[in-house]
């Protein structure tokens, strides 16, 4: 395969944004895998990985249950009714008319495919999702001339519902991760940030308004366990990624008012 200049940076600023160490209380994903982390959920039982090309389910102490292969470039994931959702690109992110949106359901029992949605409306590319009352919230890719992110809000037969604008400004490829907190009644969305814009977490009412900016961790896994806020992180090693999830940091564990 070629490898392109491009490919070198994105390799490069990858791990500027990725080199680091699990903290205290981590729990680890057992194995190393190709790609990277692209998120982290749990059913409230088992938790469900995805590195890119790989979606593996682990117990709650990260040991490896099962794995399978998948279609590059799944993201970032969440859990539904015995099911585990990915937000899935088939094409390039970032540009406009040039992905293949798609959600792909696994069984969280067995990881086997277990349906495929066509999500024509998102033409940024698919990178995250997360749940919330029988409907299904999307985030994607972002051109970088844009300063206005959105999500996507679908039916649980992933018919669009309706597209909410958030004035985020400018963050690196959209926002990567997503997650619904019942709790404070809030989402949460974690991005690269860019042009000057550090790593951060995006928090948004229930009505997906009045967004604020937060640093910190969260792009690669955002969930809670047990009422608690986990972030995921990531390494590359010889072989390939680690990753693991660790408690979250005080900008994602501050509640709404």
């Given amino acids: 395969m070629k490898i392109t200049c491009v490919a070198v940076v994105v390799a490069l600023c990858a791990k500027a944004l990725f080199a680091v160490s699990p903290g205290d209380g981590a729990i680890r994903c057992g194995g190393v895998y190709g790609g990277h982390l692209q998120g982290v959920a749990t059913d409230g039982q088992f938790l469900y990985w995805s590195f890119t090309t790989k979606l593996v389910k682990t117990d709650t102490s990260g040991s490896v249950l099962t794995m399978r292969e998948v279609p590059n470039h799944h993201g970032d994931l969440c859990c539904d009714g015995g099911k585990v959702y990915v937000a899935v690109n088939r094409g390039r992110f970032n540009q406009l008319n040039s992905a293949v949106s798609e959600v792909r359901a696994y069984s969280s029992a067995t990881l086997d495919p277990a349906g495929v949605w066509d999500l024509p409306d998102m033409l940024h590319g698919a990178g995250g999702m997360t749940c919330r009352d029988g409907k299904f919230y999307l985030v994607g890719g972002l051109p970088a001339t844009?300063?206005?992110?959105?999500?996507?809000?679908?039916?649980g037969d992933f018919k669009l519902q309706k597209r909410h604008d958030l004035d985020t400004g400018f963050?690196?490829?959209?926002?990567?991760?997503?997650?619904?907190?019942?709790?404070?009644?809030?989402?949460?969305?974690?991005?690269?940030?860019?042009?000057?814009?550090?790593?951060?977490?995006?928090?948004?009412?229930a009505n997906l308004a009045a967004p604020v900016r937060h640093v910190g961790p969260g792009n690669v896994g955002l969930l809670h366990i047990g009422g608690r806020f986990f972030v995921g992180g990531m390494r590359y090693v010889e072989d390939g990624c680690e990753g693991w999830i660790e408690p979250a940091v005080k900008h994602v564990e501050r509640r709404a008012a």
Avoid at 146 to 155: G, I, L
């Fill in 171 to 205: 963050t690196l490829m959209g926002i990567q991760t997503a997650e619904w907190d019942a709790a404070a009644g809030r989402f949460l969305f974690g991005i690269y940030g860019g042009k000057g814009n550090p790593t951060g977490v995006v928090v948004t009412d």
């Fill in 146 to 155: 844009h300063e206005q992110n959105h999500v996507y809000e679908y039916s």
